[in-house]
């Protein structure tokens, strides 16, 4: 027989029951910040009385953005019960304390939420305790110069029109270039000496071109010519496949051409809306009509010489907002090849995040 026992309590309350104990510890907002003044007086004793003053007012106004952003994610207050994540606090505190710049408040909240969301992630979680640790000593300009690179190389816009991409991006920029970008290579010592990048003096950096020409391939693609063999083709299996017309587009970098209105990265969700008369319905796409579009990307034009000038089309069209033109002239001034440590990573997307807090979380 199965002896079942209920017992109800109520929210951020422990549970105990005889036998079989089951225990919940929710931690709320009020035993956070009980929690984040216990850790906080181990300040007391690194400072004299003029100094304690100046630290005290700083690690307030850290608590205060650390915790109107640990309340918006959903079981992130909890980890204030974390013995791990408490060291990690007080060395927060300790690097809030020291820094003069209020956007290092913010930074360092990131980092934190970061190292909730990276769980059991031992590499993540190295990377970000490292970071705290020198968010007071990594200078403005090279922060910034992190932050550009992390975007360039790791963040690409969600929607397949070229235009509206290259929009989103020059928005993005728009945000992270908030004060003068670096010049010359002491930024670039100064954050190797930081741990935050390895410096590869073999190489040269890619330009924004090579790179934005493999990340952003999809926009460069060419499609389908529009007097070609292969458009027949393509019409051809869109009616086969009972495909609505409109999965072709005309490209806007060369009107000669159609592209596939979607990325390949996105033909698992297609679907089609049927109307029948007072209501419509979405329905999926069938595996057939699946590979039948992916048999469409296959018909793009591959001549090389056409996709150069396709791409040199992009950056023309890339060149045209401000934002952007910025970016490719400060990017291939870089005579330096350097790639971000794991430290660098989290501080580049934390500071991102900080920029624009639409930025998908770091993975």
Request: glycine residues 4%; negative net charge.
């Amino acid at each position: 027989m199965i002896n079942s026992q209920n017992q109800k309590a109520g929210d951020n309350s422990q549970q105990f029951q005889a036998t079989q104990m089951v225990v919940n510890v929710g931690i709320d907002e009020k035993r956070a910040r009980e929690i984040y003044q216990e850790m906080n007086l181990q300040l007391r004793k690194d400072y004299s009385n003029e100094a304690f003053e100046i630290a005290i007012s700083r690690v307030s106004e850290f608590e205060s953005k650390l915790m109107s952003k640990m309340e918006k994610v959903e079981g992130a207050l909890d980890v204030f019960a974390d013995p791990s994540f408490q060291l990690l606090l007080v060395e927060a505190q300790k690097t809030a304390a020291a820094t003069e710049r209020p956007a290092d408040y913010d930074l360092l909240s990131e980092l934190l939420i970061h190292r909730f969301k990276a769980g059991e992630n031992r590499t993540t979680r190295a990377g970000i305790n490292r970071a705290v640790e020198i968010v007071d000593e990594i200078s403005d300009d090279a922060l910034l110069g992190i932050t550009i690179y992390h975007t360039v190389i790791s963040i690409v816009p969600t929607t397949h029109d070229i235009l509206q991409g290259l929009d989103t991006l020059d928005n993005l920029f728009s945000k992270i270039f908030y004060c003068d970008l670096p010049t010359g290579n002491e930024w670039l010592d100064h954050l190797e000496i930081l741990n935050a990048i390895r410096i590869n003096n073999l190489m040269k950096l890619n330009n924004l071109e090579t790179i934005y020409s493999t990340t952003l391939s999809e926009y460069i693609d060419l499609g389908i010519a529009k007097t070609s063999a292969n458009f027949d083709e393509a019409q051809k299996i869109i009616q086969e496949n009972n495909i609505p017309q409109n999965i072709l587009v005309e490209n806007p970098l060369n009107n000669d051409f159609v592209r596939v209105a979607v990325s390949k990265k996105m033909i698992d969700t297609l679907s089609m809306t049927i109307n029948n008369g007072s209501f419509s319905q979405s329905i999926p796409f069938s595996l057939d009509q699946k590979n039948a579009v992916e048999k469409l990307y296959q018909l793009y034009d591959q001549d090389p010489e056409q996709k150069q000038k396709n791409c040199s089309i992009f950056m023309e069209e890339l060149n045209k907002r401000p934002n952007l033109k910025k970016l490719r002239d400060w990017w291939d001034k870089i005579e330096i090849n350097f790639t971000l440590t794991s430290v660098g990573s989290v501080l580049a997307h934390s500071n991102l995040q900080r920029c624009d807090n639409k930025v998908p979380n770091f993975r």
